[in-house]
């Protein structure tokens, strides 16, 4: 018997899922969440504190006080208040002092103004094509698509009258063997990764000796398909480190200062921790005890007697964020942000007392995965994520809309509640839990408006009542998808981003030909046929495919029905415009099954202009602008 109250930590002893049965959640999940998140379930009056940390606020919001204050504005200015907010304060990020004997008090309450609704996306309707950055190769790549390779890619869709390029997460991976492959797993969502870095295109390379025979061996595995992400990182890794050794006495160049500058300690940390996963190998939580936390003793030594390697790893990071400014100036750039972080990397490492480590964010049963989905990824304990005044998230905004003109959130239903996951527990185990969705909302507003960039928030899944509601108020595009839609394209949402498939589903060709079937059968999955075989009905009568057509053909048709959408801005997945018949990603399968995130395009950057899938699905897209 639990004495603690679970809905006072925002647990949910009960859910509809996907298929409208009631599940009642295991009372022994209740007790290992409510531990997870710093409480006792047998003392009754066990309830997380209610942090004076942060108050988030709309601007124009008429906010009473409950004393006279000082406000110490972003800006460097001023305002005293009493009675109740000023409705005129400028959005931002503001410090509010109480005054407590006529001085203000030393430690303030971080005071977030928001504007509440996202930045407008550009005029529509558009369209444009959703890219795996690494699966977009050209005769130039290091056997995986780079920045180089993505700007290219902007220039050309662009060309055909694209807007968008929407791009998987670029996120940094742990510098370890294997290599992590997916995008939805990064280290961190703060910084890039090295992969994507364009060799070539540093300064310098061709004075650089030892530079151009890595540039030849890493052309050469251009030749195999399924991308090897060990071998390109150790060539990669040895040519930026030939780079770095001839810049010695020119490392301090007004870029790379103004970067380091901008970024400040958490560039350091990050750095830092790149060096150390070098030095001992793996994730955090394997190291010796005195180095897990990013603060301590050792750790600050490890810093000073490595400035060189920190320094190098901030560099590279530096080289990244200029190649994706140039890929950002070619197109405006969709930026893909993942819903958490690998409980062994680097922005783990940097907040773990803000996380229920040893929990899982997951998913209940649905239409996608029957028996519910674990992604191995830490959630943040929602008081401890107040105390913190939403810092890391602010952060992670940030990152995720630089260079970008706007900002696809994944699984954005974790802004509003998250399914949690005990150790050991099946992902059917889990439990809801409610987040401070409105808060968390006007920090992503907030940023959104800095950035003059739009969100998506992709909605699939168990959706609560409410959700679409409020992405619509605050000005979010929601996202619709062909393969789980009922209704004509032509009724759908306005204020949307719609496709035809996702990462995680068949591709058009696959579905139509039977190739991802027979796929799920050899890794012993069961494809749902009854759903394949009304998609394939939809494509045939609404878009007039016949039932010999090809692969290719079904594809283009299914992208002139996708074209009837209202829907302010339409993308076609590259793979399905080009007919590939492998998805990139079996969710539910490792590594060992299938090359998972891990499959190049089978035709290089080079030669898509002239391919007949991608010309037909831009006349097809086209004729809706």
């Keep these: 018997m639990i004495a603690a109250d679970p809905t006072a930590w925002g647990i949910a002893t009960g859910y509809h899922d996907a298929f409208g049965a009631w599940t009642d959640v295991p009372e022994q999940t209740v007790r290992t969440l409510i531990t997870a998140m710093g409480g006792d379930p047998d003392d009754p009056a066990s309830a997380p504190p209610d942090p004076w940390d942060v108050w988030v606020v709309r601007r124009g919001e008429q906010a009473p006080l409950m004393g006279p204050v000082s406000i110490h504005l972003e800006n460097g200015g001023e305002r005293r208040a009493e009675g109740g907010l000023p409705t005129d304060l400028p959005l931002g990020y503001h410090n509010l002092h109480p005054i407590e004997d006529g001085r203000p008090r030393e430690h303030p309450t971080r005071l977030i103004v928001s504007p509440g609704v996202a930045a407008a996306p550009p005029a529509g309707p558009a369209w444009g094509l959703a890219v795996q950055a690494y699966a977009a190769r050209s005769r130039a790549s290091w056997g995986i698509g780079d920045l180089a390779d993505l700007r290219e890619l902007g220039a050309l869709a662009q060309g055909l009258g694209a807007r968008t390029l929407l791009v998987n997460p670029l996120d940094a991976a ?146 990244l964020d200029e190649q994706l400014r140039r890929a950002g100036d070619a197109i405006d750039l969709l930026r893909d942000l993942p819903v958490g972080f690998d409980p062994d990397g ?154 035809a498939t996702t990462h995680d589903l068949p591709t058009l060709a696959g579905l139509w030909t039977g190739a991802d079937a027979t796929e799920l059968r050899a890794l012993g999955k069961s494809p749902d046929e009854g759903w394949e075989q009304k998609v394939r009905a939809r494509i045939h009568t609404g878009a007039h495919a016949t039932a010999s057509a090809t692969g290719q053909e079904a594809a283009t048709a299914g992208h002139r029905l996708l074209s009837r959408a209202r829907a302010h801005l339409v993308v076609a997945q590259l793979d399905d415009a080009l007919g590939v018949e492998q998805r990139p990603n079996v969710p539910g399968t490792t590594d060992d099954e299938r090359a998972n995130w891990s499959l190049a395009l089978p035709v290089a950057l080079e030669d898509l202009a002239a391919h007949p899938g991608l010309r037909a699905t831009a006349e097809a897209f086209e004729a809706r602008t």
């Design 346 to 499: 680097a922005d783990a490492w940097t907040w773990r007392d803000l996380l229920a480590l040893d929990v899982s964010i997951g998913a209940p049963p649905d239409q996608l995965g029957p028996e519910g989905q674990s992604w191995h990824l830490p959630p943040f304990v929602p008081w401890r994520l107040r105390t913190a005044a939403y810092a890391p998230i602010i952060e992670t905004l940030r990152s995720a809309f630089r260079h970008a003109a706007g900002l696809r959130i994944d699984h954005v239903l974790g802004l509003f509640r998250q399914f949690w996951v005990p150790p050991d527990a099946p992902p059917s185990g889990g439990a809801y839990v409610t987040m401070p969705t409105r808060e968390l909302l006007d920090v992503v507003a907030l940023e959104s408006h800095r950035a003059g960039a739009y969100v998506v928030g992709e909605d699939l899944g168990t959706v609560p009542d409410g959700v679409r509601e409020e992405l619509r108020a605050r000005g979010m595009l929601r996202y619709q998808v062909l393969l789980f839609e009922d209704d004509d394209p032509g009724t759908w949402e306005e204020l949307a981003l719609a496709s």
């Design 174 to 319: 742990t510098p370890a063997s294997p290599r992590q492959a997916s995008p939805y797993y990064p280290s961190s969502r703060r910084f890039r990764d090295l992969l994507y870095v364009a060799v070539e295109d540093v300064p310098g390379v061709a004075t650089t000796p030892g530079v151009a025979e890595l540039a030849a061996r890493g052309h050469r595995l251009n030749v195999d398909r399924t991308i090897d992400r060990d071998r390109v990182a150790e060539l990669k890794l040895r040519a930026l480190e030939l780079l770095w050794a001839a810049r010695r006495g020119r490392r301090d160049e007004p870029g790379f200062a103004r970067f380091r500058r901008d970024q400040g300690l958490a560039l350091t940390t990050f750095a830092t921790f790149c060096a150390l996963a070098e030095e001992l190998g793996g994730g955090w939580r394997s190291w010796p005890p005195e180095y897990r936390a990013p603060t301590s003793r050792a750790v600050d030594r490890f810093t000073r007697e490595h400035p060189d390697r920190v320094r190098f790893h901030a560099w590279v990071q530096w080289l």
